[in-house]
């Protein structure tokens, strides 16, 4: 009985499928978008290509090493890490520490007496000298060449001369032994700077006569002092100028004038700060007590071509 049953349903089965028809056309599959990617499972990692590089952690960054002098990267010293402190940044120890204008010989410790500085003479060019002496012609000056100075302790001139007038009537007294380019130097100040001022200045006194100088070569340290540096009257640099004398009149002496309202005044202060154009060095009665009673000019050669003028 059972087995009929199970035969009729089958029957009816195979008879209504045979009767079905299917459609025409079948849907469709939609294609998925190029750039739509499948979402991946929740426990399994995404791709490799797709992953992020890692980057290395801020703390893990070497510092850059520095570079030589040459620009090229410096290698670190081996075994032992890279030294970023900034006792590397200071600057070499060996580098002069003096970046002002001295004086361009060593210098001189202050404790020292002239004997105790061992110093030895100056050598002066032949070539130059020679050049030296023959615009001391053409200016007219008055001088005689006489043979090398050695006085011993570095005072002294390689190749002196005696000034009897800086300038065609125009006396040195005393005569003053300097070297040649002190000389020159004293010409072109008078020529150029002191007759012109004293023309304006001191009309009625006529022209300048005579030059009366305090100091010229002698063997001494700065200022007479026991201890310090060596003077350059001593090297035969320097020449004192303590007045000017006239045709007539009273001499124009060199004293401090700072206040002094007159020609006479202005007149000095002129030809002191003219000096500078033709020494190197210029200290006047307001420098200090030392030179209250004259002009000292020298022409020590400094650094860079600086001069000193107070």
Known sequence: MKIASAIAAMSLTVFMLSGATLPRNGPVPEQKPETAEPAAPQDQAPPVQTAPVPQPKPEEA????????????????????????????????????????????????????????????????????????????????????????????????????????????????????LRCSTARALAHWMKESVIPAAAVAAKDQGKITTINQASAYICRLRNSAETGKISEHARGNAIDVASFSFEKGEDIAVKPRREDSTLTGAFQRTVSASGCLYFSTVLDPESDAAHETHFHLDVLERKGGYRYCH
């Open 62 to 177: 070497k510092p850059e090493q520095p570079k030589s002098d040459d620009g090229k990267q410096a290698p670190a010293a081996p075994g032992k890490p890279e030294d970023t402190t900034p006792e590397t940044a200071k600057p070499d120890a060996s580098q002069p520490a003096d970046q002002k204008a001295e004086d361009a010989r060593p210098e001189t410790p202050k404790a020292e007496t002239l004997e105790e500085q061992h110093l030895t003479i100056e050598p002066e060019s032949e070539a130059d000298h020679a050049d030296c002496i023959k615009e001391l012609q053409s200016l007219g000056v008055v001088f005689k060449e006489i043979p090398r100075i050695d006085d011993g302790n570095g005072c002294g001139i390689d190749k002196p001369i005696v000034l009897s007038e800086a300038l065609p009537g125009i006396k040195v007294k005393p005569e003053a032994t």
